[in-house]
């Protein structure tokens, strides 16, 4: 019988690696892509119940890692021992897939039991850590101990087919796909899978994804039959086995922890220039993802010359290479903001924002991502002859690690900058014991030494990106993991003249303060009881000092940052020290964990205006949040949603309005300081037990009123009655045909963000204009009094609502054509504002500051000033200032003695 030829070690090696390996690659480049979907996914998910607290965020991450390390730790065996690793493999993607499928429902109904779980370790700690840490990896152990033990799987089945392919090739080209997977599946499943078909629906998809890989997978095995021989599996270098695989574990393990530390403090100095939306996120973790892949990719093409070397040298050089690229990375940071307005410049489309943060993303973490996927393709390799699930654990668990070690610790002790320079040192400390270790000459250490420190020493020495504007000057500054927080003061100013900057936005301001008064202000009024209040977000403070002075008795208030709890003592002029007032108790902790935790009930809830397109904050506008707000009502109780409406498109505004009324039918809308600017919408709804409707004891406003004080602040009743825009019929109308706002269909999460870059005048004159023509008289039963006096008082309110409806319509004329002031065609319409109410201030502002800006047009505009109210102090002293200014003393004189006669009580 004719014997069965064997291949020739020529034609073996005249094979070119990796012909023929086109499906696996495809397979594994799904498996990336379909895993980093799910972590995504799951992670998102089950945020929502252990919160958005820095602890709790990692904590899910790190429950996450600590089930995919378990997967690798425990298939590894596994996979040596069966015989057919490609099924294993395929069997493994499925698992996953199948976990995938029934993951939103499972996920979201153990979000609702984790913070009832975790309820005495809410306000963060070690607890509130291995609490989160715990639960994360509990609800998510079947599907990440699948994907954990897939590298093992799929390196184990090439060698027993490619027994003749270099290990360093087979690894850098199937690390290098599943990272290119990995980087594609973030896009993809944030820019196009998620957005489109909601949680639900995109966990299929994705397990669609799992499943094409596992089939490619097991069509390249019916394609690739095992060799007729047996021939052992490539062994490591000798010059390893005299190191030994401990050593080259314990280094893994230290380039997973350097490498996500790089990561985690990367990230937080370049997100000080960048939008903080969802695709933000996916956009940097992409190119971190796109870097390690061609890193991968590029040791594979090399890996045989490089086996040529010595196995410690290429090491040596890897480590060395990163503690240096670090430094050139901080380079390119300091340049990031150049970079990002340059591509991007002010007004530019949201796509061409996009755009310029994946590139400066790229021009940071480019180069040391392409290390740190080399060095970890050329370690690996060395261990995959055995060991590959091992070795991808350890590297796992040392990415675990790193957060917490990087950025619950390094980052608020010693700032971004030093905090940056230690990935580096620590990379060049894994090149001092590595070289030590291996028996490398100490002149080369010193040498790499010297080339690191002197690189430290050229980059630059402060990587702070977010600067104060000119004018002002820094009185405090911390850096901490939600961003640079720094409390500023106005050069020459005082006290009253002070902003809190947190990277580029400033939540609190003085320009706000008064807004803040007011909200308070409302939120207190519109409440037919106010013993007991709750405040989502505290702001200047200011809005919890205005309701206290309306009468809240005891007053609770929940903020996520905690550096602008610490910032409030540089705050005591807007809120007049409520920070150390007995009666009010203000909790650092996320909110959505907060309200579902808490067992007390409350008679007003108020949650303070932010932006649903910022990263975490589209979950505030859920109706679960809105829910769970509601079972913290009293009956009778009202919940006073803020929203900035300036910052919404108008889809966005009547998303989150249809899932407010879906949980509040008996709501009220009420508009904020009648301006353009900075319009705000409160939302107010009422418990089911309120079925009267909203009626207010008038007697009872007018007294809260006067016990009230501060720049802003209402002074009559008759500005509540005029800031009444819509009832709950119309606001049914409004929002009808839009969609749901929910945790598993978030359609604000991916719909707000270009909102967020969408700034200035066209959204906030669509967003005000589409309210504005909805708006309803505001009803005479909105008060209650006896008749005569309820008569009296909606006369007078009436004229004020006319004054504040002509003043919006020619604010929105001007905020249309992009002008900051009015310009002379808005005279008649301010005159005609002004005219219906004198006491309406903004009509009386703007026409003062018309006055000053066009002098031919004064004297008209002080005539029918003073005609309409010819005891009007303030514009009485303007005139005559007017007067002086061209001249005419003494008939400013005459103006300033008649005014001073008509009230002689003024000096």
């Known amino acids: 019988m004719p014997t069965k030829r064997l291949p020739c070690a020529s034609t073996m090696t005249q094979r070119s690696p990796g012909r023929g390996d086109a499906l696996l690659l495809g397979a594994f480049l799904l498996s990336g892509t379909a895993g980093l979907s799910y972590e995504l996914l799951w992670t998102r998910i089950l945020s929502i119940g252990l919160g958005s607290e820095v602890l709790a965020v990692f904590g899910v991450l790190a429950g996450f890692f600590w089930g995919m390390a378990i997967g690798a730790f425990a298939l590894q065996p596994l996979t040596r021992r069966v015989r057919y690793p490609l099924l294993l493999f395929a069997i493994l993607e499925m698992g996953a897939a199948a976990y995938a499928i029934v993951s939103p429902r499972l996920l979201h109904a153990a979000a609702d039991i984790l913070p009832r779980l975790t309820n005495g370790a809410q306000h963060g700690g070690v607890m509130s850590l291995a609490a989160s840490v715990a639960l994360a990896a509990g609800a998510l152990l079947p599907g990440t101990i699948c994907l954990g033990g ?82 052992p599996a490539p062994q490591s270098p000798v010059e390893l ?81 990163l503690a240096v690229s670090v430094c050139l990375a901080a380079a390119a940071t300091k340049l990031g903001p150049s970079l990002l307005t340059g591509i991007a410049p002010a007004n530019s489309s949201y796509e061409r924002q996009l755009l310029a943060e994946i590139i400066v993303a790229a021009t940071i973490f480019g180069l040391p991502t392409m290390l740190m996927g080399a060095l970890f393709s050329h370690i690996v390799a060395a261990l995959s002859d055995r060991a590959t699930g091992h070795a991808y654990g350890f590297n796992t668990i040392g990415g675990t690690l790193a957060p917490f070690i990087f950025g619950v610790v390094a980052i608020p002790a010693l700032g971004y900058t030093t905090t940056f320079y230690l990935v580096g040192y620590a990379y060049l400390l894994l090149f001092c014991i590595h070289a030590l270790v291996s028996g490398r000459r100490r002149l080369w250490i010193a040498a790499g030494i010297l080339v690191v420190v002197s690189a430290e020493a050229l980059a630059p020495s402060s990587l702070s990106l977010a600067h104060p504007p000119e004018g002002w000057r820094v009185l405090n500054r911390h850096e901490g993991l939600f961003g640079a927080v720094s409390v500023l003061q106005r050069k020459g100013g005082d006290s009253r003249e002070r902003r809190l900057q947190l990277g580029q936005s400033s ?167 009648p301006s353009a600017d900075y319009p705000l919408l409160a939302l107010a709804g009422y418990n089911p037990a309120q079925k ?92 209650v009094a006896p008749p005569a006096e309820l008569s009296r008082f909606v006369s007078r309110a009436r004229l004020y609502t006319r004054a504040a409806r002509r003043y919006v319509g020619v604010d929105l004329e001007r905020l249309r054509s992009g002008a900051k002031q009015h310009g002379r065609g808005a005279m008649d319409a301010l005159l005609a504002a002004y005219e219906a109410d004198p006491t309406f201030a903004p009509a009386r502002a703007a026409l003062l500051t018309l006055a000053q800006r066009e002098p031919a047009r004064a004297e008209a505009i002080f005539a029918r000033m003073l005609t309409r109210e010819p005891g009007a102090a303030v514009v009485a002293f303007a005139y005559a200032a007017y007067l002086r200014g061209i001249g005419k003393s003494a008939r400013a004189l005459d103006v300033e003695r008649e005014m001073r006669q008509a009230l002689p009580h003024k000096r």
């Open 150 to 231: 897939t590298l093992a799987a799929v390196v184990e089945a090439h060698h027993r087919r490619r027994r003749e392919d270099d290990a360093g090739q087979t690894l850098g080209r199937l690390y290098g796909a599943n990272t290119l997977g990995a980087a594609l599946g973030t896009l993809a499943a944030v820019y196009v899978v998620m957005p489109l078909l909601g949680f639900h629906w995109a966990s299929m998809a994705l397990a669609l994804i799992g499943l094409c890989a596992a089939a490619l997978a097991l069509l390249w095995g019916s394609r690739t039959p095992a060799p007729e021989t047996t021939k």
């Open 241 to 321: 086995r005299r190191w030994g695989r401990i050593g080259l574990h314990a280094l893994i393990f230290g380039t997973g922890f350097v490498g996500v530390g790089f990561e985690v403090i990367g990230v937080r100095i370049i997100s000080q220039g960048l939008e903080n939306t969802v695709f933000t996120f996916a956009n940097i973790l992409a190119i971190y993802l796109l870097g390690t892949s061609a890193g991968a990719w590029s040791y594979a093409k090399v890996a045989p010359r490089l086996r040529a070397r010595r196995f410690h040298d290429v090491l040596t050089g890897l480590l060395l290479s």
């Open 507 to 673: 939540p609190m301001d003085a320009r706000r303060i008064p807004f803040e008064r007011r909200m308070g202000q409302i939120s207190a009024l519109l409440a037919p009881q106010h013993r007991r209040a709750l405040f989502l977000g505290i702001g200047s403070g200011a809005g919890l000092r205005a309701a206290r002075q309306m009468g809240v008795d005891e007053l609770e208030a929940v903020e996520l940052v905690p550096e602008i709890v610490a910032a409030l003592p540089y705050f005591h002029a807007a809120h007049g020290g409520i920070d150390h007032d007995p009666q009010v108790k203000i909790h650092v902790a996320d909110t959505r964990r907060f309200v579902a935790t808490s067992t007390q009930r409350f008679d007003m809830v108020t949650a303070s205006p932010c932006h649903p397109g910022r990263d975490g904050a589209a979950g505030l506008f859920s109706l679960e949040h809105f829910s769970a707000i509601k079972r913290r009502l009293q009956p009778r109780g009202v919940f006073v949603q803020w929203l900035p409406i300036g910052q919404m498109a108008p889809e966005t505004l009547r998303t989150i309005g249809r899932t407010f009324l879906t949980v509040f039918p008996l709501s009220h809308a009420f508009l904020l300081v």
């Open 692 to 783: 009267e409707g909203l009626a207010l004891p008038l007697v009872l406003i007018q007294r809260a009123l006067k016990r009230s004080s501060g720049e802003g602040t209402l002074d009559r009743a008759e500005e509540l009655f005029g800031a009444y825009l819509l009832g709950p019929a119309g606001l049914a109308r409004f929002v009808a045909g839009a969609a749901l706002n929910t945790d598993l269909d978030p359609r604000i999460l991916f719909d707000a963000p270009r909102a967020a870059h969408t700034k200035g005048a066209p959204l906030a004159h669509r967003s005000l204009s589409a309210l504005l023509q909805r708006a309803a008289s505001p009803p005479s039963s909105l008060f």
